[in-house]
Nanobody
Framework: QVQLVESGGGLVQTGGSLRLSCVGS????????MAWFRQAPGKEREFVAR????????YYTDSVKGRFTISRDNAKNTVYLQMNSLKPEDTAVYYC?????????????WGQGTQVTVSS
């Protein structure tokens, strides 16, 4: 069974930091694009960041540039999201996703999500 499992969410004050992890199992994720998305209450899911398999290319949504860093450890089938200088508007459920079929607009596997809450 292919799974992505996120962890590392929690409650943090404005300006604080969290590091999210996403561990893949059931197949090799080392050669696929991985990404983080988030969904705030009452809003649609939005893209946050993505990383190519080699980690040479990373992309971020404008609102997190300079504050969030995506990285990966292919030996561990794991992708990370380091979140610094957190703001209340970063509050959301964060999901990791894997793009295994080469379609640039479709993600084939999703985790169950981890809650991040930033208090003001």
């Amino acid at each position: 069974q292919v799974q992505l499992v996120e962890s590392g969410g929690g409650l943090v004050q404005t300006g604080g930091s969290l590091r999210l992890s996403c561990v893949g199992s059931g197949r090799d994720f080392s050669r696929v694009v991985m990404a983080w998305f988030r969904q705030a209450p009452g809003k649609e899911r939005e893209f946050v960041a993505r990383i190519t398999w080699s980690a040479l290319s990373k992309y971020y949504t404008d609102s997190v540039k300079g504050r969030f860093t995506i990285s990966r450890d292919n030996a561990k089938n794991t992708v990370y999201l380091q979140m610094n200088s957190l703001k209340p508007e970063d509050t959301a459920v964060y999901y990791c996703a894997a793009q295994v079929n080469g379609d640039p607009v479709r993600y084939d596997y999703w985790g169950q999500g981890t809650q991040v809450t930033v208090s003001s």
